[in-house]
């Protein structure tokens, strides 16, 4: 009898685990289907999942995840070379056409000279496109945390002001600052990166302030925190707007017929992501105020 219900538990045991191993193989030949397309240049397809919370379950959804993240980087990779491809045809365009004319028109060494500086005008910015987007991709990558180094944002942002008084003063702003006293703003960082995105933000609130308008830069400390806030009193940014903006490339309808190129508020994102800060936009009822805020570490 023990013999028997040996063979018997055995055989039972056998059929169960054949079972098991047929379902484990139909899943793992759906998954290496699924991969298989994905390889063949498929980003839209996702591992199939199952109900049963096993081993093979969790995997298939942190490598979904994965897949969304990549999907998502590709999408903006692409969006990027679009922009680039866009906004470099302009210059290139008027820079061939102006040459063609100039072939064509120029009598005089003067015409040729004007020709050459409009030449070198469109060469500059696309110059400038270049090393703003070669800047957030260094700043993006981390290797300039080497160079952070203890400092007082108190300072920085003065310097900043004050840098920006004589543009102020020429559109006749209210351009004020307040730093709160007696508080302490010491944090470890990188100075001229963080000179250079409380510049953008600053630069920013007074070219789209009207003639006569205001701009208030704020740094105080509120419930454990650094905020740093610059308000004016332009056009806004709409609500709808307000996270395309920090793309790279993007120009809202209200700003597409002033200069620039859509890249100053990615690199604050930027310069924000590396120190750890957060940027934001609080609701006003007119104009904009943007906020940079950072978490004090308790010591």
């Not at 397309?37 to 980003?43: P, S, Y």
Request: aromatic content about 6%; overall charge neutral; charged content about 25%.
């Amino acid at each position: 009898m023990l013999i028997v219900g040996a063979f018997i538990t055995l055989g039972v045991g056998l059929l169960g685990a054949a079972f098991i191993g047929l379902g484990s193989l139909r899943r793992l030949a759906a998954v290496t289907a699924s991969i298989e397309k994905i390889v063949a240049g498929n980003l839209s397809q996702r591992l199939p999942t199952h109900r049963r919370q096993d081993d093979l379950e969790s995997l298939v959804r942190v490598v979904n995840g994965m897949l969304d993240e990549i999907e998502r980087l590709m999408h903006e990779v692409k969006g990027v070379c679009d922009a680039i491809a866009h906004d470099l045809r302009t210059p290139l365009t008027s820079m061939i056409a102006g040459l063609e004319r100039r072939q064509r028109r120029a009598l005089t060494i003067d015409d040729y000279r004007q020709s050459l500086d409009d030449t070198l005008v469109d060469a500059n910015s696309m110059l400038r496109t270049f090393n703003a987007l070669l800047r957030i991709s260094e700043i993006e990558s981390g290797v300039r945390r080497e160079s952070f180094v203890s400092l007082d944002l108190a300072s920085i942002v003065m310097d900043v002001y004050e840098y920006y008084e004589a543009s102020a003063e020429e559109k006749r702003l209210d351009y004020r600052c307040e730093v709160e006293s007696g508080r302490s703003f010491a944090l470890d960082g990188d100075p001229n990166l963080l000179f250079e995105a409380f510049a953008n933000v600053i630069e920013n609130a007074i070219k789209f302030s009207p003639e006569r308008g205001s701009v208030s830069i704020r740094l105080v400390s509120v419930r454990g925190s650094i905020r740093f806030s610059v308000q004016d009193n332009g056009p806004g940014i709409p609500e709808s707007e307000q996270k395309a903006v920090l793309q790279r490339f993007y120009r809202g309808e209200k700003s597409r017929h002033t200069p620039g190129n859509g890249l100053g508020l990615s690199l604050v994102n930027a310069v924000c992501g590396m120190h750890g800060m957060a940027l934001s936009f609080d609701h006003v009822k007119i104009g904009c105020r943007v906020v940079l805020h950072k978490a004090i570490t308790a010591p």
